[in-house]
C-alpha cells in the first residue's frame, strides 16, 4: 500500500492529506435509527486482505481471518480440498508464499500471535505509569462525545452551534477528571491549544516528531482508538458529501485525540523518548503483508473456494422448465437472504407461484414523512440521494393529522416528566403500581411491537404522467417483469417485528436505509395500478392486462407472517385472489419457520417462533443475514427448487431484456455493492469481533440515541453484537467474501468494471468474487482480476507445479 505524497507538495499539504487519507480508512457509523450494514474495509477497498492485515495489525491490533485453527478443522475435515489450497496459493504473491502444497499445509498447524497494534503514547504512558490512560481518554471522550452527538436522547441537551473541536474545549477546560488521575494542568493545556483543528493536528505531529511517512498511519490510528464515536463522525461527513458540502467532525475529533497525546508526552516524554522514537520509525514504514499474513489470505480465499465447488455443483443441476400458462400469483420480493426460504416456501405450495427478486426499495428512492410527522425518513439505499418525496395520507386526513400530533406531543411531554431529575423519584414511587399490569405483559411476550399501518402513501410533489411513466417501466425492466402477468402480483417489502432491540433497525431493509419496505412497496403498487401509466407504457411494449391487480405486503422475516395491504387498492373482482393469496402466504409462512427453526437456539418447532419477536430478553429473535455467501443475478429459473440455505441474495435478472445493458450496470454498481457492504460487515464482526463487532447485547446501553456503549460508559460499539454471529457455541455465521454469479456476457462485465472503478476494486482486491453463468446457467467463468477471466475448468502450468512438488 503505497502512502506517498508528491514531492511539490507543502508540509501544511502533506498533512491535511495524511490527515484526510486518515479519516477516508474509517468506515461510517450509521445511527440507530436508520442503521445499514457497513463494510468495515471500505477504506482499504484498494488494498489486498494481505495488506489490509498488515495496516489493521498496526493501527488497532485487528486480524482480518479467522484463527488458523478454524482453517485447521477444514482442512482435516475435507472441507477444503488440495484443490481449492492450490488455486488459491496460485493467486499469492510468489515471493511471500510458502514453497508448495505441503509447506501451506502444515501451515494451520501452528497458531500465530494475537496481531497487536504498535504502542499510542497513552499506552506507553499507561506502561510506565500504571494508569490506565488509554481506558481514561475513552471514558472522559466518550461521555462527551455522547452529550456532543446526541439526537434528542438527552433531557439537558448539550449546546448546539459549536464545532466539535470548540464544543470539547469548552468542557475540557473545566473536566478536573484527567488532573486528579495524574496529568496536571490538562486543563490548562487545552485552553493554550490552537484554535482550529488543523493548526492543533500540525503542532502535534512537529512536536512528536512525526515525518510524512509516519502521518497517515498514526492517525489512523488514532482515530481508531476512538471506536464508534469516529466512525458517527465519518458518517456525518459521508451524508455531507452526499448532500455535496463536507463536515469537519471527524478532523476535530482527531485534534482533540491528538491533544491528549501531546499532553502525555509532556508529562512522560523524556522517560519515553527511545520507546517513542521506535513508535515513530515502525509508523515510518511502508504497509507490507507478511508471510504469515499471506498464509491466512491463502486459508480464506480456499476456504471460498470450497464454498463456491458447492454453489457450482447447484447450478450443474438441471434448471426447471419454464412454463407459458399464466401464474396463479406472482411475489415480487427484496433480494434480501431472508427472501431465499420464504420465496422456496411459497412457490412450493403451489407450482403455478412464481417468485421475484428486486432490491427492496423497488427503484423508488423516497424522503419520506410519515404520518403526523415532519420527519424525513431517506427510504433508499445510503449509495444515493433522494430522487422523490412522499407522505402518508392526504388533505382529506387533516384532523386526524392534528389529532395524532397532539397526542405524540402529550406522549413526549410525559416521557420526559417520568425521567426527569427530580420528578423521576416521586414518579416511581407514586405511579409504580399503575405499571404493574405492563410490566406483566410485557415480561409474558403478550404485546409486539405493531405492524406500519400508515394511510396509503403518496408522492409529494405529486409527479407528472411522464415522469411516472418512465419511472414505472424502469422499474419493471429492472425487474425483468414486463410480460406473463398474473391476475395478482404482489409486492413485498420486508421488515422484522422485535421489542427491546435498539438494533432493530438493522433487521430492516437494508435497501430502504434501514427502515422496512412497506412504504416503497405501497407505492410502486399505486404506480403500477395506476390506468394513465399503463397506457403509457403499451407503446414501449409493456401490457399490463386489464384484470391484473398490484398489491403491496410487508414480509415480517422474525415471524414470517405477511401482511397484506388490501385497502390501498380495494378490488371486488380480486376477493376471492386475495382469500387465496392468504392461504397460500400462511402455509409458506408455516414452512419457512420449520426451516428457521432448526438454526435458532431454543426453538422447538415453528409454533415457538413468533412468541420470539415478543420477548423482551430474547438476544435472537432471528439471524437476520448471518451466513450470508452468494449473490445471484439470473432468471429465477437457475435456482427455483434449489435450497440455497437461505445464504444468497436472488436478483431476477434476463440479460436478453436489457437494452444496453442498463440494468446490468445498475446491479453491478448498487445492489452488489450493497450487498456486499453486508457480507463484509459480518466478516468483520466475526473475525475480528473486538474491533467491529458491536460487543455483547447483555451489556449494551443506548448512548445518544445514535450507537450504544458497553456498559454505563466508554466509546461507541459499532458493528454487529456478537449474539449476531454465534449461538453461544460455535459461530453462525461463516466468514465467506461474498460470491458474485451474474448470468451475462462476460464483454457487458467488463466494460462495467472498467467505467466503475470503486467497483472494479472490490473485484480485483478480493473482497468480492465474480462469475459468469453461461447459456445453461453453469458458473463457467471466474474473473482473476485486471478485466481478465479464466474458464472454471482450466488448469494451467502454474497449477500443476504444486501438485508435481507433492508427489515428488
Known amino acids: 500500500m503505497s502512502r506517498s505524497t508528491p514531492s511539490d507538495l507543502t508540509d501544511m499539504q502533506r498533512l491535511e492529506a495524511a490527515a484526510d487519507h486518515a479519516v477516508r480508512a474509517i468506515p461510517p457509523l450509521w445511527p440507530l435509527a436508520s442503521s445499514v450494514a457497513v463494510n468495515p474495509f471500505l477504506g482499504q477497498a484498494g488494498a489486498s486482505l494481505g495488506q489490509t492485515g498488515a495496516l489493521l495489525s498496526r493501527v488497532a491490533g485487528s486480524p482480518v481471518t479467522m484463527p488458523r485453527s478454524w482453517y485447521r478443522e477444514k482442512i482435516s475435515t475435507g472441507v477444503i480440498s488440495d484443490a481449492d489450497l492450490i488455486e488459491a496459493w496460485t493467486r499469492a504473491p510468489t515471493l511471500l508464499r510458502p514453497a508448495d502444497l505441503s509447506a501451506l499445509k502444515a501451515a494451520p498447524a501452528c497458531d500465530v500471535p494475537t496481531p497487536a497494534a504498535l504502542p499510542t503514547m497513552a499506552d506507553l504512558a499507561a506502561a510506565i505509569s500504571g494508569i490506565d490512560w488509554p481506558g481514561l481518554i475513552g471514558e472522559r471522550f466518550g461521555a462527551w462525545a455522547g452529550g456532543y452527538l446526541d439526537e434528542g436522547q438527552a433531557l439537558w441537551a448539550a449546546p448546539r452551534g459549536m464545532s466539535a473541536y470548540s464544543a470539547w474545549r469548552a468542557v475540557a ?83 482533540i485525540r491528538l491533544i491528549w497525546e501531546e499532553a502525555l508526552f509532556l508529562r512522560y516524554g523524556p522517560d519515553l523518548a527511545g520507546d517513542w522514537a521506535g513508535v515513530v520509525e515502525a509508523h515510518s514504514k511502508p504497509v507490507e503483508a507478511t508471510p504469515d499474513l499471506v498464509v491466512d489470505a491463502i486459508l480464506q480465499e480456499a476456504a471460498e473456494r470450497s464454498a463456491q465447488r458447492a454453489l457450482a455443483m447447484m447450478f450443474a443441476e438441471a434448471s426447471q422448465p419454464t412454463s407459458d400458462d399464466r401464474p396463479a400469483l406472482q411475489a415480487a420480493f427484496c433480494i434480501d437472504v431472508r427472501s431465499e426460504v420464504f420465496r422456496r416456501a411459497l412457490e412450493s405450495v403451489n407450482p403455478q407461484i412464481r417468485t421475484l427478486g428486486f432490491a427492496g426499495f423497488f427503484g423508488l428512492t423516497t424522503k419520506h414523512r410519515r404520518f403526523a410527522s415532519d420527519v424525513e425518513e431517506l427510504r433508499l439505499p445510503v449509495l444515493l440521494n433522494p430522487g422523490v418525496g412522499s407522505c402518508s395520507g392526504g388533505p382529506e386526513l387533516a384532523p386526524a393529522d392534528q389529532s395524532a400530533r397532539v397526542k405524540a406531543r402529550a406522549t413526549r411531554a410525559w416521557g420526559r416528566f417520568k425521567l426527569a431529575a427530580v420528578s423521576s423519584f416521586a414518579f416511581v414511587e407514586a405511579a409504580g403500581p399503575i405499571y404493574v399490569g405492563k410490566l406483566v405483559s410485557d415480561a409474558l411476550g403478550l404485546k409486539g411491537t405493531p405492524v406500519p399501518n400508515d ?119 380480486h376477493a376471492g385472489d386475495f382469500v387465496q393469496a392468504k392461504t397460500w402466504l400462511e402455509a409458506a409462512g408455516k414452512l419457512s419457520r420449520g426451516e428457521r427453526a432448526l438454526r435458532l437456539p431454543r426453538a422447538a418447532d415453528q409454533a415457538s417462533i413468533p412468541g420470539r419477536s415478543r420477548d423482551w430478553a430474547e438476544t435472537r429473535p432471528e439471524w437476520a443475514l448471518a451466513g450470508c455467501k452468494a449473490f445471484i443475478a439470473a432468471p429465477r429459473r437457475r435456482t427455483a427448487g434449489k435450497s440455497l440455505e437461505g445464504r444468497a441474495f436472488l436478483h431476477d435478472y434476463d440479460w436478453m431484456q436489457d437494452r444496453s445493458f442498463g440494468v446490468l450496470e445498475l446491479i453491478m454498481t448498487a445492489p452488489v455493492v450493497v450487498a456486499s457492504w453486508i457480507s463484509l460487515q459480518y466478516y468483520g464482526s466475526t473475525v475480528a469481533p473486538d474491533v467491529f463487532g458491536g460487543g455483547n447485547k447483555l451489556l449494551h446501553n443506548v448512548t445518544g440515541g445514535i450507537g450504544v456503549v458497553e456498559g454505563n460508559g466508554g466509546l461507541l460499539r459499532a458493528g454487529l453484537p456478537w449474539q449476531s454471529v454465534h449461538d453461544g457455541e460455535r459461530y453462525v455465521h461463516e466468514p465467506l467474501r461474498l460470491s458474485v454469479c451474474i448470468e451475462a456476457p462476460r464483454e457487458a462485465m467488463t466494460d462495467i468494471l472498467r467505467r466503475h472503478d470503486h467497483v472494479r476494486a472490490l473485484f480485483d482486491n478480493g473482497w468480492l468474487h465474480l462469475f459468469a453463468l453461461d447459456d445453461e446457467g453453469r458458473m463457467a467463468w471466474r474473473y482473476a482480476g485486471d478485466l481478465r477471466w479464466t474458464a472454471m475448468d482450466q488448469v494451467d502450468a502454474d497449477e500443476l507445479l504444486p501438485r508435481l512438488k507433492v508427489a515428488v
Open 173 to 255: 477546560t473545566h473536566d478536573l477528571t484527567p488532573e486528579i488521575a495524574g496529568l496536571p494542568g490538562f486543563a490548562l493545556h487545552v485552553s493554550q491549544a490552537p484554535e482550529s483543528a488543523i493548526a492543533v493536528i500540525a503542532r502535534v505531529a512537529a512536536r512528536l516528531g512525526l515525518g510524512p511517512e509516519a502521518m497517515e498511519t498514526y492517525f489512523h490510528q488514532m482515530l481508531m482508538t476512538l471506536g464508534g464515536c469516529a466512525q458517527y463522525a465519518r458518517y456525518k461527513l459521508w451524508q455531507a458529501e452526499l448532500a455535496g458540502s463536507s463536515d469537519e467532525t471527524i478532523t476535530d475529533f482527531l485534534a
Open 455 to 573: 394511510p396509503a402513501p403518496r408522492l409529494e410533489p405529486a409527479l407528472d404522467l411522464a415522469t411516472r411513466t418512465q419511472a414505472a417501466e424502469t422499474v419493471l425492466r429492472a425487474m425483468s417483469l414486463t410480460s406473463g402477468f398474473a391476475r395478482l402480483v404482489m409486492v413485498a417489502g420486508h421488515g422484522a417485528n422485535v421489542v427491546n432491540n435498539p438494533h432493530a433497525s438493522g433487521l430492516h431493509c437494508g435497501a430502504c436505509g434501514g427502515y422496512s419496505g412497506e412504504v416503497n412497496a405501497r407505492l410502486l403498487a399505486g404506480l403500477l395500478n395506476d390506468p394513465e401509466v399503463r397506457a403509457g407504457l403499451k407503446p414501449n411494449g409493456i401490457d399490463i392486462p386489464a384484470d391484473t391487480l398490484f398489491l403491496a405486503a410487508l414480509h415480517d422475516t422474525t415471524t414470517d407472517h405477511v401482511t397484506l395491504y388490501a385497502e390501498d387498492h380495494p378490488s371486488a373482482a
